[in-house]
C-alpha cells in the first residue's frame, strides 16, 4: 500500500498530563513508584515533584499515530495504515503533573534501536531517609500542595507560588533563622493554595486573606512560632510601609496593589499594638524575605530539601 507521506511530515497532539491521569495509570499499570505516587518523596529527588510514568508518556504518540495515518488517506491511500512502532520518539524531559507534553511523529522509514531510549533518560537517586517522613499524613498533604499546587503564578511575578515559596525558605536557611522561620517561610503563602480565587485575586479588587487561610489551615498542626508570622506577615508589610520612609518603594507591584485592600500603611496606634506582639519580630524578618523573593531563575533546592524542617516543627501526634 503507498501510504502518500513521506519522510519529515510531522503532526502534533498538545496533552496536559494530570496529578488524576498518573494516579490512574499507577492503578492500571500497577507501577507504583514512589516518584510516581508519593508527593513528599518526589520532592527530596532532583525532580522535586510528582513525574509521569515513562510508559503513560510514551502512549501519547498513539494519537499523533492516528492524525498521520488520517493524513495519508486524505492523499489517496486506500487501505486501512497503522502504527509500526515508534523508532525514533525521543522525551527530552521527564513530564510533571499540569504541564502539557507534545509527541512528535518524524522520520516514519528511518530506523533507530528503541533500546537507546533507555539510555538517554536519567534517573535521580532515593534519599531513603525521607521515607520515614512521608509515613506523617499532614506532611505528605503539605507536599502534595507544594508539589502539585503550587504551578500557579505568584500574583503579578515572573515565577510560581513554589518558586516563592522555596527562594523565601531559603532566604532564612542562609540568614541562620529557626527552624521554625524556615517552615513558616516555606509556608506562609500557603493559604494561597487552598482557596479557588484564581492566581491574583488583587487585580480583580478582591483581598483573598490568604494569611488568615493560611494561619486556620496550619495551626492544627503547627505551633504559634510557625503559625503567627504567617498570620502576621501581611500585617508585618503594613507596619513596615508606616515606620520606615523606603519600605514602599521595594514593594513589588502585586505588593502595592494589594496593600490598598489590606487596609494601607498602618496607623500609630496599629503600629503600637503590632509592636506588643510576641512574634511580631518573626513576622517582619519574614516580610523582608517574602519581599525578595520575587528573582525570576534563581536557584533554590527542591520542596524535599525543606520538609524535614516542617517534620520537626510539627506537633506531636496525640495519642
Not at 179 to 208: K, Q, R
Not at 306 to 318: G, Q, S, T
Request: with cysteine.
Amino acid at each position: 500500500m503507498t501510504t502518500h507521506l513521506t519522510v519529515g511530515d510531522t503532526v502534533s497532539v498538545t496533552r496536559m498530563i494530570s496529578a488524576a491521569n498518573i494516579a490512574d495509570f499507577a492503578e492500571l499499570s500497577g507501577d507504583h513508584d514512589p516518584i510516581h505516587t508519593d508527593a513528599a518523596h518526589a520532592a527530596t529527588t532532583a525532580f522535586g515533584r510528582i513525574i509521569a510514568h515513562g510508559a503513560l508518556v510514551m502512549g501519547l504518540p498513539s494519537a499523533s499515530a492516528s492524525l498521520m495515518s488520517k493524513r495519508s488517506v486524505e492523499r489517496g491511500a486506500t487501505g486501512t495504515p497503522v502504527s509500526a512502532g515508534y523508532d525514533r520518539i525521543r522525551r527530552a524531559a521527564h513530564p510533571c503533573a499540569g504541564r502539557g507534553g507534545e509527541p512528535a511523529w518524524r522520520d516514519l522509514r528511518r530506523r533507530d534501536p528503541y533500546s537507546r531510549l533507555g539510555r538517554r533518560c536519567s534517573f535521580a537517586p532515593r534519599n531513603r531517609s525521607s521515607r520515614a517522613m512521608t509515613q506523617d499524613p499532614r506532611l505528605s498533604h503539605i507536599a502534595d500542595l507544594l508539589t502539585l499546587k503550587a504551578d500557579g503564578n505568584y500574583g503579578l511575578s515572573a515565577i510560581n507560588q513554589r518558586q516563592h515559596a522555596l527562594q523565601c525558605a531559603l532566604l532564612a536557611e542562609q540568614a541562620g533563622c529557626p527552624e521554625s522561620l524556615v517552615a513558616a517561610g516555606l509556608l506562609h503563602d500557603i493559604g494561597h493554595m487552598v482557596h479557588d480565587l484564581g492566581e491574583n485575586p488583587a487585580e480583580d479588587g478582591v483581598d483573598d486573606q490568604h494569611e488568615a487561610l493560611g494561619h486556620a489551615f496550619l495551626a492544627a498542626w503547627f505551633g504559634p512560632a510557625v503559625t503567627e508570622p504567617v498570620r502576621l506577615h501581611v500585617a508585618a508589610k503594613r507596619y513596615l510601609c508606616a515606620t520606615e520612609a523606603d519600605y514602599f518603594a521595594k514593594l513589588s507591584r502585586d505588593s502595592v496593589l494589594s496593600l490598598s485592600l489590606q487596609g494601607g500603611p498602618m496607623s500609630p496606634g496599629e503600629v503600637a499594638a503590632f509592636d506588643a506582639l510576641p512574634h511580631a519580630a518573626a513576622a517582619l524578618q519574614l516580610r523582608r524575605f517574602d519581599e525578595q523573593a520575587k528573582v525570576k531563575g534563581r536557584e533554590t533546592p527542591p520542596v524535599g530539601h525543606f520538609l524535614p524542617y516542617v517534620a520537626r516543627c510539627l506537633d506531636p501526634v496525640a495519642g
